[in-house]
């Protein structure tokens, strides 16, 4: 069994600075394509295999790689990883630059999707990751820096609570629904700047902690509908409902429509075996040898099953 990588710790932070947390990286595009790269290069002959059994264990993302040893440069990389020369991995994520904030003193990635996952020599480096927009275009590093460095707060710079400061740097005045939101007592407006920020980071942490949730919870409910669509396609095939040449089909269907394609399997009768057959047989219909040698495999079969006595006159069999 291959050893796994890990695609992400969420404990540490890449080489730009933030954490992703692994529980909100959405793996359903990259199922349909778990693409292995060298070194993020996007080109057919930058591909050196796929993954497999990629999963989160508590908050780790862990994926074991499947290398094409048919290509050359595939088996070179792979004899590297089997005697331990290369143990590091990098993703490629898409993101909305929404999802990337500050929590408490921390830079944090609350969501992103998978894109691909290379085979890297230094995942420390600037390329431990590569970040691309939703459309697919891949970020410049300067880019991607400008946009840290944008949701850093300026040194001396009080954040905007939609309320009114007070300018003795100490207390500050909240409104009604903020004095609510914050749990504080709604009879005392003027609040220490100290027990804000502390309510407003609390508020903080639970919102990116429910959203990793909800997230995994939404990933959870592809899988098991993949799982689902997986399990009724291959017994559709296995029963000669449908031949394997039509299972991405009919996959397709299901994912567009699971209801349709379910009553389109159903409708489609099941291959009969010769063991579900019961072909009757009058066992006075078959007088010599001849007679039974007229009928077909399933008729002499069944006459033999359910006739033995007759079958053991008709060839003398003791």
């Not at 006075?284 to 006595?309: I, M, W």
């Amino acid at each position: 069994m291959p050893k796994p990588f890990v695609f992400n710790d969420q404990n540490q932070a890449n080489s730009y600075g933030f954490r992703i947390l692994t529980a909100g990286i959405s793996l359903k595009r990259f199922k349909n394509n778990p693409m292995m790269l060298d070194q993020h290069y996007n080109s057919t002959q930058a591909v050196l295999g796929k993954w497999e059994n990629v999963a989160v264990d508590k908050d780790l993302l862990l994926g074991e790689p499947v290398f094409d040893i048919e290509d050359k440069d595939a088996l070179k990389v792979s004899g590297k990883v089997e005697r331990g020369f290369i143990n590091s991995c990098s993703m490629g994520i898409t993101f909305k630059p929404s999802d990337l904030k500050i929590i408490g003193t921390e830079l944090i990635m609350e969501k992103c999707e998978l894109y691909e996952c290379s085979i890297v020599a230094v995942p420390s480096n600037a390329n431990s990751i590569r970040l691309y927009a939703e459309g697919g275009e891949l970020l410049k590093d300067e880019e991607i820096k400008q946009l840290c460095l944008a949701l850093q707060p300026i040194e001396g710079e009080t954040q905007n609570l939609d309320l009114n400061p007070i300018h003795d740097m100490k207390k500050i005045t909240l409104t009604l629904a903020v004095l609510t939101a914050l749990s504080f007592d709604k009879a005392t407006p003027e609040v220490d700047v100290d027990a804000v920020e502390a309510a407003v980071l609390k508020l903080s942490n639970e919102n990116a902690t429910m959203s990793a949730k909800l997230l995994a919870l939404e990933t959870e409910k592809d899988n098991a509908a993949e799982l689902a669509i997986e399990t009724m396609v291959s017994l559709a095939i296995t029963e000669g409902r449908i031949p394997a040449t039509k299972k991405e089909d009919f996959v397709k269907l299901a994912l567009l429509n699971f209801e349709l394609a379910k009553s389109t399997l159903e409708g489609i009768p099941a291959k009969v075996t010769l063991g579900d057959k019961t072909v009757p047989v009058v066992p006075g219909a078959v007088a010599s040898k001849e007679d039974f040698q007229k009928l077909g495999l399933d008729a002499q079969l069944a006459f033999k099953t359910n006739s033995p006595e007759e079958y053991k006159k008709l060839f003398n069999v003791k």
